[in-house]
């Protein structure tokens, strides 16, 4: 199918998209790697007015060093996240998530930022921004600001970004010392995940220090697994003792059911891979 | 101008692993798929679909969309409501059979979500599209009717108000009433042992790659069509018939087609529309569908409840087959959509050896898109029914499943054998084929390794599941196929044209789309005359250049088609025998022709090679009295029975019994297809074949939620395996000649389709027996897996 | 209309597109380069498949005006300029690995990037480098097989504007 009819605008500097984005009004839409955007298109469940192509800003693009973080610019497409030296020496969670969204095709023109402006909950990238507590870099006509991951993720496929603003950079701390695993679980190999489960695990000897959870596809939004969280500060790298804090990860949830599952089974699914992942990242 | 007199340096070309001929432009994209074509003038339609299941039509306005820009005329179905006739049903399975009729284009009433509207024909396909969005259609909504079984009972909504019921008919078969076994009610009422099971067929949807397209152009009082069809020949004749413009006056052109699994079997409304659109404006006209539009209106396949009782000795002798189905049509009959089900009916006693046998089988309406024919077509939910329900009868019995099927099945040396369906099994030694399998396997080290992992309670299982299949291919013998009132018959037509050059033509009516005919084809010819396979060039799919055929289906095309292929290769050996014996002076009953040259016999390297011979009558200069000046030949050829290729394939499945996953560690297929002309294209076939049985047990399902709609409507959410979700198959073969034609060969086409599906549902439910289980409905999602384990856990 | 500058198999074109108008029916409709197909509308099958500097894409998820300035090898820039096979090609046709050939284009050129990153894959990493293409004939087992054997004989790797080196036979002739 095609798209219906729609302006088209690619400014090449970050003033200009963001003019581009002020002047086309709420019904504009910005086009980053496209590769959600473009079915959604086709299939005619959008009519944007302007699409404002923001694939040409160099300078949102790459992946730096900056002292006790890395900041991923948005337009960094998931290839080059994957393969970034930063990105596997400090945040290898991403480039273990990044690896699994799509195909090749799909990872030559996505991008990071593009992927957390989409919010689908059951996307993988935001779950890993969530998780790695990332830092939003946000710019609007009245200047830039930052936002928590945890702020940034309403709803469904709803972030805190106003329509005239542009999502430029993500931060990412460093967390060198930490171990992390992604444990994804979908139907085949191009499907959305049913549940993710990202962990972060920061032991001292035979015991977790520190965990974090985040998971995909329980709710509206990224989550983060408090409840197992805390279960996990202090608990043994047992496989029992991770097994009896998982079985907190529906805390909190709203576990959607549709074709691809049921909420009871996303709950299950959610305990076996947090387990899964925990054990993994505390490996 | 001098005749070739290049001989083939190879050994028979029969047998042999060619790469294939029509590689060549497939795989530079220099392809002439239907899409590709352009013409001049040529206009784009585009269709407006019910989003409603079932609805009265009670306006539509296409008035706005007629303004739009670069739109030609827009249409409602009222515009061809007098000439558009119906999409036609072949196969009337019973005397009484209700068949409600099947507009292109819905006048008043729709009957399934994505039934054409309305259309408009515009100069570009995206101003096409944009104009559909300006059509008002107001719907009066009906209710949906979505359960097979509550369609049937007193008091459901009815589909078609016209008609007076949901069912469509009821076909039965009975051993003791047919003459060709006991009576089912005594083998009911014996019974020492009785197992019943129902399963359930799930509806599939072909999704063969390229999505259909239509392009037709007026020609005087008739029409050129090119269509993404695998049946161009039955095609022309039902545009013929329908749609009233002579037969002489319809050209129909299938180019490359990609792909079709039965999914392109079909006459379809886009096809009609797209014509009597082109008519009207008297423009060429282009119709290509969508994926999601391909979803939704190209024909189903498979939806059927089972029903099935099987009963048995208490040492496990069977001894009755009692099978009630229940075959969702959908909304209306297609082509050949009653039959689909009646396919398979005589296949559910399969290889084994049941005195008394019965099936009835249940045509119901819903408000569903059509079903009809995919991959395999009745045979494959056979073999599902009977190699499911002897692993139940096995466990019921304490037996191995594969000890209860070697105590039933029909022994090598019982061939030929003629089954309680009154078939008569050609040949096969499923002792051999099965052997062969669990040595690939290695099947007494799998089941040590299962023991010990039920022992450790490893929480990933191992299962081990097999299918002892066989199938009827070579559809089909006119003959039977009128007993079971099919209106057209079963024949394949080929021509061999010689010429001047000694090059070979061979027009054959199986038009393929990607099975290899050119190849295989051009192997056979080349054996048959003597001549290099190079020489040999194969045209199909083009009525006007192959003007007779039945087309490419139900595993027919070698064992029918390449059979035609060899009849008319003999005639012309025949006419040029004549001429080589007026050549060499010789009488024609002393003429000996091997390796491609008439030779004096005893008189060795006297010869004149084939090549020389036809360069003799084109020159026509002197030829025996009373011969034309032509070498050609015509044959066409009708089988009297069909060929029962068979198989084992066995599977080793890893189920995680937390997330419920399970994943096919090892797959092995042995079949017995008969002779094979080119083994890497059977191999091929072997492979998707399973790919798509595969895929039925653990992926695919066509989805539709309680108000109708199809909730698997795009590529996201059908799922459709890709290389990661597949395993690496091990494949090999045993050969027993088919005796039904004289090439001994079955058919290959359909074999691990229907294979496949059960070797894998039964490794999944072996690997989980001990816990409870003994049924997950397909496709065996990790879900499905985890809720049986937990039902079974529960029980 | 937007102007698009795009060079594809070697050819620089300029042209005045609706935005809305797809890289793939850019391709066919424009260029007539029609051995690239369009398979679905959601980015599932990957028959579209291109490659855009060098890197694969499918071609009904981008915009022919995101092509601007860049360049895009299709099924028909592979062979040489004497019509010689590219090494994966090649291999297909050897192997069987094609049977209706729907897929097939989208399917090499995802190869081919593949084997640009990495030129010796096992047969799971060659499985995961053409998950985002589908095939409906082949069960994919001869592809597969198709793409190592490419690999072992050292499929170049296809860079933007010039011709991929010459495999040794043609299609057909074996």
Redesign the interface.
């Known amino acids: ?8 605008v ?1 400014p090449s500097t970050v003033d200009e998209a963001l003019s581009a984005l002020s002047e086309a009004g709420e019904d504009a839409k910005v ?1 980053a790697g ?2 959600s955007l ?2 959604v ?3 005619r469940l959008a009519y944007p007015s302007t ?1 404002i ?1 923001v ?1 040409r800003l160099d300078e949102l693009r790459g992946v730096r060093d900056d002292g006790d973080a890395i900041v991923i610019g948005a337009m960094t497409t998931h ?1 080059e996240v994957l393969h970034d030296p930063l990105v596997a020496r400090h945040a290898p969670l991403i480039a273990q998530a990044a690896a699994t969204v ?5 990872r ?2 996505g991008t990071f930022g593009g992927s957390l402006s989409h919010a689908d909950p059951a996307g993988d990238l935001p779950t890993i921004a969530l998780t790695l507590d990332a830092t939003l870099n946000v710019q609007g006509p009245s200047g830039s600001r930052s936002v928590a991951a945890s702020d940034f993720f309403v709803d469904y496929l709803t972030t805190t970004l106003a329509p005239d603003e542009l999502l430029t950079s993500v931060r990412i701390p460093k967390l060198d010392g930490w171990g992390t695993h992604y444990e994804k679980f979908n139907l085949v ?2 499907s959305w995940a049913i549940v993710g489960v990202a962990a972060m695990v920061r032991r001292s000897n035979g015991s977790i220090v520190e965990a974090r959870v985040g998971l995909t596809n329980m709710g509206t939004t990224p989550l983060r697994a408090r409840g197992v969280e805390q279960a996990l500060a202090g608990a043994s790298v047992s496989a029992d003792a991770v097994r009896a804090a998982a079985e907190h990860v529906a805390e909190g949830t709203h576990a959607p059911s549709d074709l691809s599952g049921q909420a009871d089974y996303r709950e299950h699914l959610a305990a076996v891979l947090t387990r899964r992942a925990v054990l993994a990242a505390a490996g | 101008m001098t005749a070739t007199t290049e001989r083939p340096t190879e050994a028979a070309e029969i047998g042999r692993a ?7 432009h ?6 002439t ?1 239907t ?2 074509l352009t013409l001049p003038g040529l206009l784009h339609l585009a269709i407006l679909r019910s989003p409603m299941a079932h609805a009265r039509i009670t306006n539509v306005d296409v008035s706005e969309a007629a303004k739009r820009p670069g739109v030609i005329a827009a249409f409602s179905g009222q515009d061809f409501k007098d000439e558009q006739g119906t999409i036609p049903c072949a196969w009337p399975v019973t005397e009484d059979m209700v068949n409600p009729g099947h507009p292109s284009i819905a006048v008043d009433q729709v009957n399934h979500v994505g039934e054409a509207v309305a259309a408009v024909v515009a100069r570009s396909k ?1 101003e096409a599209q944009d104009a559909l969005e300006a059509i008002d259609v107001d719907y009066e909504p009906l209710d949906p009717v979505l359960d097979m079984e509550a369609a049937l009972a007193d008091g459901a909504t009815l589909v078609h108000s016209h008609i007076d019921s949901n069912k469509s008919f009821t076909w039965t078969f009975e051993s003791g009433a047919a003459g060709t076994g006991a009576p089912i009610g005594d083998a009911l009422r014996d019974a020492e042992i009785t197992v019943h099971r129902r399963f359930r067929q799930q509806r599939l949807i072909p ?5 259909r397209s239509t392009v037709v152009q007026p020609v005087g009082d008739g029409v050129t069509m090119w269509s993404a069809t695998q049946v161009p020949h039955i095609l022309r004749t039902m545009v013929a018939l329908s749609l009233s413009i002579p037969e002489h006056k319809v050209r129909v052109i299938a180019p ?4 079709g ?1 039965g999914g392109k079997l079909q006459v379809t409304p886009e096809e009609f529309l797209t014509t009597l659109v082109a008519r009207r404006v008297g423009k060429p006209v282009k119709y290509t569908e ?3 539009e391909s979803l939704l209106s190209a024909h189903h396949g498979r939806d059927q409840i089972q029903d099935i009782t099987l009963t048995m000795t208490r040492d496990g002798t069977f001894t009755g087959l009692d099978v009630h189905l229940f075959a969702d049509m959908g909304a209306y009959l297609r082509l050949v959509t009653p039959g689909v089900p009646i396919l398979g009916a005589f296949m559910y006693n399969a290889i084994y050896k049941i005195p008394a046998y019965r099936l009835v089988c249940d045509g119901v309406f819903t408000t569903k898109t059509p079903t009809d024919a995919y991959r395999g077509a009745g045979r494959p939910e056979a073999t599902f029914a009977i190699e499911r329900i002897i692993d139940e009868a096995a466990a019921e019995l304490g037996l191995d499943p594969m000890e209860l099927r070697r105590k039933n099945w029909i022994k090598h040396d019982e061939f030929p054998f003629t089954t309680v369906c009154g078939l008569t099994y050609d040949s096969g030694n499923y002792e051999a084929a099965t052997d062969r399998a669990l040595e690939l396997i290695g099947w007494d080290a799998l089941h040590a390794e299962q023991a010990e992992r039920r022992e450790r309670k490893d929480p990933v299982q191992l299962g081990l599941g097999i299918s002892t299949y066989t199938e009827m291919c070579g559809l089909a013998p006119s003959r039977i196929l009128g007993a079971l009132l099919y209106a057209a018959g079963g024949w394949e037509h080929a021509s061999i044209r010689m010429l001047a050059t000694g090059k070979v033509e061979v027009v054959t009516g199986s038009s393929a ?4 005919h050119e190849t295989a084809w051009s192997q056979i010819v080349a054996d048959q005359l003597g001549v290099p396979f ?1 020489d040999v060039e194969v045209i199909h799919g083009d009525t006007q250049s192959s003007p007779k055929g039945m087309d490419t289906y139900g595993s027919r095309s070698l064992s029918v088609g390449g059979t035609a292929v060899v009849l008319a290769a003999g005639k012309v050996i025949e006419k040029a025998r004549r001429v080589a014996a007026h050549m060499l002076e010789a009488s024609e009953e002393d003429i000996e022709f091997a390796d491609g040259t008439f030779s004096v016999r005893g008189a060795p390297g006297t010869g004149k090679t084939i090549q020389e011979v036809a360069f003799n009558v084109f020159a026509a200069h002197d030829l025996p009295e009373g011969m034309e000046a032509s070498l050609d030949a015509d044959a066409t050829f009708d089988p009297d029975t069909f060929s029962f290729p068979h198989g084992t394939h066995l599977c080793a499945v890893d189920v995680d019994t937390e997330t419920g996953r399970a994943t096919i560690r090892k797959y092995v297929g042995v079949d017995d297809v008969g002779q094979v002309i080119n083994p ?2 059977v ?3 072997v ?6 049985g595969i895929a039925q047990a653990l992926y695919e399902e066509a989805v539709y939620d309680a108000d109708g709609n199809l909730t698997t409507g ?3 959410d059908y799922l ?1 395996p ?3 979700d ?1 395993p ?2 091990v494949t090999d073969r045993t050969v027993s000649p088919s005796t039904t034609n004289p090439l001994g060969v079955k058919g290959v086409g359909e074999a ?1 389709t229907i294979a496949s599906t059960p070797a894998v549902v039964n490794a999944i439910i072996d690997a989980l027996r001990p816990l409870g289980v003994s049924e997950v409905p397909m496709p065996c999602t990790p879900e499905r897996v985890w809720r049986a384990i937990q039902e079974g856990g529960a029980r | 209309m ?1 102007q698009v500058g795009v060079t594809v198999d070697g050819v620089a074109y300029r042209d005045d597109v ?5 890289l793939v ?1 850019y391709l ?1 409709e424009r260029l007539g ?15 579209c ?1 291109v490659l ?1 500097d060098g ?4 071609s ?4 022919a ?2 092509a ?1 300035g860049r360049e895009v090898t ?3 820039g ?2 040489g300029p004497d019509g010689s ?1 590219h090494p994966v ?1 090649q291999a ?3 192997n ?1 690995a ?8 989208g399917m ?1 050129m ?1 190869a081919c ?2 084997l640009r990153e990495n030129p010796d894959p096992s ?1 799971a990493e ?19 097989r198709a793409v190592r054997a490419a690999a072992e004989r050292g499929a170049p790797t296809v860079s933007p504007g010039t011709s991929a080196s010459p495999a040794t036979t ?3 002739a ?1």
């Open positions: 199918m095609i798209p219906a009819a729609f302006d088209y690619r086009l496209g590769q473009l079915p298109l086709r299939m699409l192509d694939s290839d799509g195909d090749r095709q799909v030559h023109l190999a191009q | 060619r790469n294939r001929k029509e590689d060549a497939l795989i530079t994209g220099r392809t798929w899409d590709n995206a999704a063969f790659m390229e999505p490359d087609v990609g792909g699994f969508s994926r999601s789309h990607g099975q290899g190079d890497l294209i191999e091929g076939q492979h998707g074949g399973v790919a798509q795009t590529l996201v459709v890709s290389a990661m597949l690496t198959f691990g | 937007t609706e935005p809305r108008m797809l029916h066919r380069k029609v051995g690239t197909v369009v398979g679905c509308d959601t980015g599932n099958c990957g028959a498949t855009l890197r694969s894409v499918k009904c998820s981008m915009l005006v995101q601007d299709t099924i028909e592979l062979a096979l090609q297909f046709h050897e069987h094609l049977q209706c050939g729907f897929c097939t284009p090499i995802a990037d593949l047969d060659v499985r995961e480098g053409i998950e985002g293409n589908l095939c409906r004939c082949t069960g994919y087992q001869n592809i597969v043609t299609a057909g074996s």
